[in-house]
Structures are given as C-alpha cells and as structure tokens.
C-alpha cells in the first residue's frame, strides 16, 4: 500500500486545481528491496531506513503515512502524533478497542496534528452520491441497509498462513479488523450508529501451510455477519429503528475484491458496488406509482476535480489518489472537500467489534453504549 500512495503521489498532476502537492522524502521499510523501488523511482527520496524513529527525528518529514500489522498501530502511532507529524494510518486503528483509546489519547493531547485513516471506498464518484442520498433526507424512512467487504483469496486451503490469520499480531477480530471499517465507514459517516449487535463469525479454514513444510492453525475469523438495528429521528417519522446488515468475508467465492452498500427507504432505494464501479441503480417511489430499478453511468465525477473526461471508468487507483489528496488538503490546514476516516469513526468500529465478539460468544444480541440518535434529515 506504501507504494500505491507513492504512485498517486507521482501522478499529482492528474489532479486539477488542487493547492497541495506531496513529495516523497523518506522511506521506512523492514524490506531493503522495497526501499531499492522507491529510491530508484523517487529522486525526492533523500532518507531510507530500518527504524521509523529516524523518520520522526526529519524535520523535512511533515506525514507520514503508516502501514504496518495491527500489533504495531498503538506504538508507532501515538509515537508520530507525538512528534508532531500529521499521520493517515490504516484500518483498524489499533488491534483493540484498548490500542485504539491509547491512539485516541495522544490525538486529544496533540490538536495540531491532523490524524485520519485511510478508507479509499467511500471517495468512489457513486458511493459518493448514496453518502449525498443519505444526508438529504432523500430515502425517506430508511427500511434496511446492507454493507459488505468480500475477499476470496482464502478459498484456497493451500494458501500458506500470514500475519491476518495470528491472534497475537491481527487480534481477535479476525476478519472484522482487516475489512470490517471499510463497511463501518460510510454508515458511521451519515449517522446510522448501531445500538446492538447479533453476530456469526465462520472460522473456515482452520490450520494452513506455514511455508516450511509444516501445518499450523489459523486463529482468526474468515467471515463475519454483523445484524445490527439503528435508531433514527426523523422531522416527519418521528423515532424509529430499522436493520443494518454488515459482512466482512475473506472467503467469498468469485469475490476478487468487491465493495457493497445498499439503502431501502419508502421513498427512495439506491445500491453500489464495486463490481460494477461506474454504475449506480436507485428507485424512486411515490406512493401508489411502479416500481422500477434504474440505472445510472456515473463515469469520473470526482471529489476532486481531474483531467479525465466525465465520460471515463473510475478504479481503486483513482479511489487511492483522492482519499490521499483529501489527507494532504486538510493537512496543509485546508477544509478537504470530504473528510478521510475519523479518529472517533474508528472508535465506533471498535465498540461494534468488541460487541460483535461478545455476540458470539455468547450466541446473543449484545447492546452497545448509548448513542445519540441518527438523523435521515
């Protein structure tokens, strides 16, 4: 992922009228042969190095961006926010809810540093326009939502055990802390905050390969179904609750790496997925009128203008550049034209996951601290 948001970094002039540009300076990698790529595609490069500290003591070194296995989040984030370094960190923002409050902690103690993580779905131009559904109002009573993550790389039992399948270094969550806040994401952004949570987590694949010619366990959940309810209040509707269903699969076949959301109001229904990226399908209704799903080509309408044609596909490189250049607008002290992930939105997805173990647990619906009401308004 370092060398993705390098890349976007490297085409910045496909974006247009933007007030910040990023430059690679230093790199930190436990792989020398990573650290070769980016010098030798990046003049900029003047500092390589074993040690993440080295980049902190850089006083040239104004963000970093931060990728490294969940066991490591707590340290060398709180470390980078307090050295004053502006950080977009990745998902899940601590390999518990305990790691996330200590990141939340240093957050609070430095207000100058700009701190989110990195969530590339929602900047894709048609889950932009549900985000913009949602906040309208447009849905009308909202019947049920459904959001999903599915992988299917780990349908294969030979594939040789990793990092995401060891307790000690992914945690408990399993599949929830590797995919699970990219589903959070969009409905913890609009206001739609689970109250309780029913889950079943699928530990499919239960040992691996270790690549040396032994079998050890996997530990981890491969999947997992969150039911959860939402309460809203609403001008005309008053208060009310409905279902939201959230998914997080490693092991989804057919799935290469496919993002969904969709909303069923009374009024309006509308549905995404990165199956078919430029495609957005909505329904209007009005009362006693048919039904009929519609669709839409999207096409390159992005957050952040660029040199690409309306008329063009949009893809996960794309997503990438314009979550990076939203971090790097509200780094430089600007207001982004949409907000990374939030500190306290990962807070969220940590108490649903803490919950969702629970449920498991103990097969029951588990309630989460009170929140205050959504509005579809």
């Not at 057919?254 to 009374?266: K, L, Q």
Request: proline share 7%; charged share 20%; with cysteine.
């Amino acid at each position: 992922m370092g060398r993705e948001f390098a890349s976007a970094a490297a085409r910045w002039m496909h974006l247009l009228e933007m007030p910040v540009r990023p430059e690679i300076i230093a790199v930190c990698d436990a792989n020398p042969d990573l650290m070769t790529w980016f010098s030798s595609n990046f003049s900029s490069v003047t500092q390589t190095s074993t040690d993440y500290k080295a980049l902190l003591e850089n006083p040239q070194v104004d963000a970093i961006y931060c990728a490294v296995p969940h066991n490591l989040h707590a340290q060398l984030y709180v470390d980078i926010i307090r050295a004053g370094k502006h950080l977009l960190g990745e998902k899940p923002f601590g390999i518990d809810a305990a790691a996330n409050a200590l990141i939340l902690e240093a957050i609070n103690a430095n207000p100058q540093v700009t701190v989110r993580c990195s969530s590339e779905f929602p900047f894709f131009p048609a889950a932009q326009k549900i985000i913009q559904l949602a906040q309208s109002g447009k849905f009308g009573r909202i019947l049920e939502v459904e959001a999903g993550f599915w992988h299917s790389s780990d349908l294969d039992p030979n594939k040789p055990i990793n990092w995401k399948r060891m307790i000690a270094v992914n945690g408990e969550y399993g599949v929830m802390g590797d995919l699970g806040f990219h589903v959070v994401h969009v409905p913890a952004r609009v206001g739609w905050i689970p109250r309780d949570v029913r889950a079943v987590l699928s530990n499919i694949v239960t040992t691996r390969p270790d690549g040396k010619g032994n079998t050890v366990p996997c530990e981890t959940w491969d999947n997992a179904h969150l039911l959860t309810s939402v309460a809203l209040e609403d001008l005309r509707y008053g208060e009310y609750e409905f279902p939201m269903m959230l998914s997080m699969k490693r092991i989804a076949p057919g799935e290469a790496n496919t993002w969904f959301i969709r909303v069923m109001g009374t009024e309006f229904s509308a549905e995404f997925s990165t199956k078919r990226p430029k495609t957005l399908r909505t329904l209007p209704y009005t009362a006693g009128q048919p039904q009929a799903w519609h669709e839409q080509d999207i096409g390159f309408e992005t957050v952040y203008p660029t040199i690409t044609g309306g008329i063009f596909e949009f893809g996960f490189t794309d997503a990438i550049q314009q979550m990076w250049a939203a971090f790097c607008d509200e780094a430089a002290g600007n207001t982004p034209r949409f907000q990374c992930a939030t500190p306290m939105e990962t807070a969220l997805s940590h108490q649903l996951f803490t919950a969702a173990l629970e449920s498991q647990r103990s097969s029951s619906v588990v309630k989460l601290e009170p929140a205050p009401l959504g509005s579809s308004e």
